[in-house]
């Protein structure tokens, strides 16, 4: 499997999740490391407080790219098809080995 697009780790200071909650200092969050090239400009500089708010923003993002039926934003669309199906495969690995412990 590749890198993780990925990482969940704490807030190193209180901030807003994309979806307008507030994630406390020290709070699980997550934060795009690996989003691909095309992608990678619309998780800069956004912290997702829940896999159920990253999930929801990649779902607007791909209704958005894909209403503008520009060849640009299909590239887009591919990449975040790919980071969808990646972030599946590292939750379904990580539920894997929660489940064997």
């Known amino acids: ?37 095309t992608s990678e ?19 607007v993002s791909l209704e958005t790219l894909d209403a503008l039926e520009m060849p640009a934003s299909k590239e887009v669309v591919s990449d975040l098809h790919e980071l969808r199906r990646e972030l599946s495969e590292t939750l379904t690995s990580l539920l894997d080995e929660q489940n064997q412990r």
């Open 41 to 59: 400009f619309l998780f800069r500089n956004h912290v997702f407080c829940s896999v159920k708010c990253l999930r929801s923003f990649c779902l």
């Open 1 to 37: 499997m590749s890198k993780a697009p990925f990482l969940l780790s704490r807030a190193s200071a209180p901030t807003k999740c994309w979806c307008g909650t507030q994630v406390a200092l020290g709070a699980p969050a997550f934060r795009a490391v690996s989003a691909g090239e």
